[in-house]
């Protein structure tokens, strides 16, 4: 198994930053690829970025380019989400997610393993 958990929530005004973060431990050997999702209240979970286990390919949702930057601390097994320019629209929990493979295309992510989630709230 693999265990994924995020920090870095908070509560934020438009324009600001965040940057979380999530540590993954366990059986993190089967892992090809992570990311984070988003999901709003009344609203289905939507991908938002992801990144491959060597950090060589990244892929973001077109609501978020040039906005969030995606990356990798393989000493510390952790995956970061940096996210400058923050909109209302981003408010939302955000969860990490681990994809234990096939390799595929970073935009077909299908997660394996979840975190708990950590909120994002932005103000206006």
């Known amino acids: 198994q693999v265990q994924l958990v995020e920090s870095g929530g908070g509560l934020v005004q438009a324009g600001g930053s965040l940057r979380l973060s999530c540590a993954a431990s366990?059986?993190?050997?089967?892992?090809?690829?992570m990311g984070w999702f988003r999901q709003a209240p009344g609203k289905e979970r939507e991908f938002v970025a992801a990144?491959?286990?060597?950090?060589?390919?990244?892929y973001y949702t077109d609501s978020v380019k040039g906005r969030f930057t995606i990356s990798r601390d393989s000493a510390r097994d952790t995956v970061y989400l940096q996210m400058n320019s923050l909109k209302p629209e981003d408010t939302a929990v955000y969860y990490c997610?681990?994809?234990?493979?096939?390799?595929?295309?970073?935009?077909?992510?299908?997660?394996?393993?979840w975190g708990q989630g950590t909120q994002v709230t932005v103000s206006s």
């Open positions: 997610a681990g994809d234990q493979g096939p390799r595929r295309g970073l935009e077909n992510l299908r997660p394996d393993y």
């Open positions: 366990g059986r993190i050997f089967r892992l090809v690829a």
């Open positions: 990144i491959d286990w060597f950090g060589t390919r990244l």
